[in-house]
């Protein structure tokens, strides 16, 4: 038989269990939804058709006709695979405008000055990037 | 009494969790918020091509001094200042070089090439976000006959509104 103080101790450090369980559980889920945020802010579809369409605008600017430019886009493409675009349509050149779209209502579009004929080309062998190759413009 | 103070503790844990919380979403969405600006880069750039195509090795490239040279500078260097149709940004023109030619050692100015903005020049120096970005260069060269030369390049980029926000 157990006295009655026994039981009182034992409920207590039941209770004090519980209470540091649940002051765990919900810091962790505070935490989580925090890293959540950041995360879908940092691989935002938006934040990456801007970064690679000046990357790719600033990449052919400075490139050469003869060139040929490897870009890894991995996070872009597998965003557009999720938003159902094709990976080969992912960046567009016409004229001497850069256009990348990674959904269906977004894209973006930044001109470079390099006067060159340089085309967009998927790498199909790893599905990860683009090749673009740079040529005079005729 | 100890019950009560760790329930105390807890809301302050709670409270300041919510703070630090709130100042990285919105530390976080200023920064993700604004655009990239890659007009410094893109103007050195455009100062580098400049370069390279007036001058190879230290040496002055031939002709770079004639008129033909001076009328077709974009066809030469392969430069197309077009820039995307948004903003009126194709009427408007996004960009302007100046290139200067100085004697080395008189500094007398033997040539000078401009194309692009002239409107964009006066708006170098001035701070603030609506100004275009300025990259002013200068570097020595020699032709074949030994006349030593300053050359002087001036990039401007504007593209303001993709840039700055």
């Given amino acids: 038989m157990r006295s009655l103080g026994e039981n009182k101790l034992k409920n207590k450090s039941g209770n004090i269990l519980t209470e540091n369980i649940i002051f765990i559980i919900l810091n962790l889920v505070f935490l989580s939804i925090l890293i959540v945020f950041l995360v879908s802010k940092m691989s935002a579809a938006a934040v990456?058709?801007?970064?690679?369409?000046?990357?790719?605008?600033?990449?052919?600017?400075?490139?050469?006709?003869?060139?040929?430019?490897?870009?890894?886009?991995?996070?872009?493409?597998?965003?557009?695979?999720?938003?159902?675009?094709?990976?080969g349509d992912v960046v567009t050149i016409k004229e001497n405008v850069v256009t990348v779209k990674l959904r269906e209502?977004?894209?973006?579009?930044y001109s470079f000055f390099n006067n060159v004929d340089a085309r967009p080309n998927f790498d199909t062998l790893t599905n990860k990037g683009y090749f673009f190759v740079v040529d005079k413009n005729e | 009494m100890n019950k009560k103070g760790g329930k105390l503790i807890s809301v302050y844990w709670f409270a300041i969790l919510f703070i630090v919380a709130g100042g990285i979403v919105y530390m976080v969405s200023a920064f993700y918020g604004k655009p990239y600006d890659v007009r410094l880069a893109e103007a050195d750039i455009l100062t580098s091509k400049i370069a390279r195509c007036v001058s190879e090795a230290g040496y002055l490239k031939e002709g770079v001094l004639t008129e033909d040279f001076k009328n077709n500078f974009m066809e030469s260097c392969a430069i197309n200042f077009q820039a995307e149709d948004v903003y009126n940004w194709r009427e408007q023109g996004q960009y302007y070089v100046e290139i200067e030619f100085l004697d080395f050692n008189t500094k007398q100015k033997i040539s000078q090439i401009s194309e692009g903005n002239q409107g964009l020049k006066p708006d170098c120096g001035l701070e603030g976000k609506g100004f275009p970005v300025c990259v002013d260069r200068k570097f020595y060269s020699i032709d074949k006959d030994g006349n030593q030369y300053q050359i002087k390049i001036l990039s401007i980029v504007r593209k303001t509104e993709k840039n700055v926000q």
């Avoid at chain 1, 600033?58 to 938003?83: C, F, R, V, Y």
């Fill in chain 1, 48 to 87: 990456l058709e801007e970064m690679h369409a000046k990357q790719i605008a600033l990449m052919i600017s400075a490139a050469e006709p003869g060139m040929t430019i490897h870009l890894d886009m991995e996070n872009a493409i597998n965003i557009a695979k999720k938003e159902g675009i094709n990976s």
């Fill in chain 1, 105 to 109: 209502k977004g894209g973006y579009s």
